[in-house]
Structure formats: structure tokens, C-alpha cells
T-cell receptor, first 114, second 115 residues
Framework: NAGVTQTPKFQVLKTGQSMTLQCAQDMNHEYMSWYRQDPGMGLRLIHYSVGAGITDQGEVPNGYNVSRSTTEDFPLRLLSAAPSQTSVYFC?????????????FGQGTRLTVV | AQSVTQLGSHVSVSEGALVLLRCNYS??????LFWYVQYPNQGLQLLLKYTSAATLVKGINGFEAEFKKSETSFHLTKPSAHMSDAAEYFCAVRGAQGGSEKLVFGKGTKLTVNP
């Protein structure tokens, strides 16, 4: 089982560049989310989706866009990269609303903005 | 709003010693609590979860956690540390209200196991 797959694993961007972090899950989970992990900060929620066509902001949404056209995919777009966006990004999926099960995480994308 | 506090950003134990990682939660409704482990350069893996069925929850790799409502705590323990337990551990909470599917994480505790 692939679970949650994130690509790329590593990325270096120049300030001002844009890019898309890919996330795909093959578990037919309704709920998907993006977190960023910074030293000493734990994981903070960027955006989340409760189903195809429905997205909402998390704790730290500024500078990021998301869309959810299919159940499987939930890409995260950086519009104009800034050094403050240097971080490790994790995508997670969870079975649908009302089912209080754990989130399943991808292996992460380590992003450096120079 | 739910939140969790992990006491101690770094914990160091000797191999074979007791591991105790502390987590206190704040929630206005009965919480759903989780412990995740992150090994270096990897994603997060579920260790165990509390969903009100039992106050003592057993997880993988010999870890367990006890839910104490009176103390708003969900501390993680392991009787005897192994070198392979060296990792970062995260406590997380999700509210039990309908639609509240967002996980809120603590800041993490990095566990070092000394030979």
C-alpha cells in the first residue's frame, strides 16, 4: 500500500519563485491536510480539505494556496516563495468527518528558499 | 479551542531506564488524543490513540499512555528504553465535536537514549 505519497522529497527555490508540492493518497480518505514543521514549533496546519471541491484555511495559510479536484490529490502551491517558508511540509489524510481515527502522514518535503 | 503542552523539549535517558514523556491537554469537550513518533528524516507514525474506550492505552513498540481527566494529562511511558526509541515524539489532540477534524500538535519532545 502506498498510503500518502509526497513529491518531491527535497526542493530548493529562489525567493519569488512559485512551485507546487504534490500529495496523493490511495486510501479513499475524505479528509486531507497540509502541515509545516519548524524546529521547536511542532506541526502547524496550513490548509485542509474535507472533500473534493472543499478547502479551508488552517493556522498558517498566508502564502499558500490549495485545491482539491479529486479525492486522491491535494496539491499545495507556493505563490511567491519567501525564506520564511523554508520548512518541512507534511501532507496527511484521515477517513471522513465523524470517524475519529488517526491521520496518516506522508514522508515529507524538505523545502529551502534562498 | 483545543491545545496540548509537552513538558520538556529534550529528554535523555539511559538504555533500560523508564521513559516518561509528558503531555497535558486543554479541551472544552472530551478530547481524542494521539501520540506520534518521528524518526530522523521520516514522516510521523502513530504510536497510540485515546478514544475513551479505556484510560490506559497500549501502543506499538512497548509504549503506553494513561488518560487522566482530573489532571488533563496523557503522558507516554515505556518501562525500558531501547536505543531504537531515539526519536521525536508528538502529542496531538482533536476535538470530539462534529466537524472538528483538525489535529493540534504539541511542540514535540526529542528523546535521546544513552548506552
Amino acid at each position: 500500500n502506498a498510503g500518502v505519497t509526497q513529491t518531491p522529497k527535497f526542493q530548493v527555490l529562489k525567493t519569488g519563485q512559485s512551485m507546487t508540492l504534490q500529495c496523493a493518497q490511495d486510501m479513499n480518505h475524505e479528509y486531507m491536510s497540509w502541515y509545516r514543521q519548524d524546529p521547536g514549533m511542532g506541526l502547524r496546519l496550513i490548509h485542509y480539505s474535507v472533500g473534493a471541491g472543499i478547502t479551508d484555511q488552517g493556522e498558517v495559510p498566508n502564502g499558500y494556496n490549495v485545491s482539491r479536484s479529486t479525492t486522491e490529490d491535494f496539491p499545495l502551491r507556493l505563490l511567491s516563495a519567501a525564506p520564511s517558508q523554508t520548512s518541512v511540509y507534511f501532507c496527511a489524510s484521515t477517513p471522513g468527518q465523524g470517524k475519529y481515527t488517526e491521520a496518516f502522514f506522508g514522508q515529507g518535503t524538505r523545502l529551502t528558499v534562498v | 479551542a483545543q491545545s496540548v503542552t509537552q513538558l520538556g523539549s529534550h529528554v535523555s535517558v539511559s538504555e533500560g531506564a523508564l521513559v516518561l514523556l509528558r503531555c497535558n491537554y486543554s479541551s472544552s469537550v472530551p478530547p481524542y488524543l494521539f501520540w506520534y513518533v518521528q524518526y530522523p528524516n521520516q514522516g510521523l507514525q502513530l504510536l497510540l490513540k485515546y478514544t475513551s474506550a479505556a484510560t490506559l492505552v497500549k501502543g506499538i513498540n512497548g509504549f503506553e499512555a494513561e488518560f487522566k481527566k482530573s489532571e488533563t494529562s496523557f503522558h507516554l511511558t515505556k518501562p525500558s528504553a531501547h536505543m531504537s526509541d531515539a526519536a521525536e515524539y508528538f502529542c496531538a489532540v482533536r476535538g470530539a465535536q462534529g466537524g472538528s477534524e483538525k489535529l493540534v500538535f504539541g511542540k514535540g519532545t526529542k528523546l535521546t537514549v544513552n548506552p
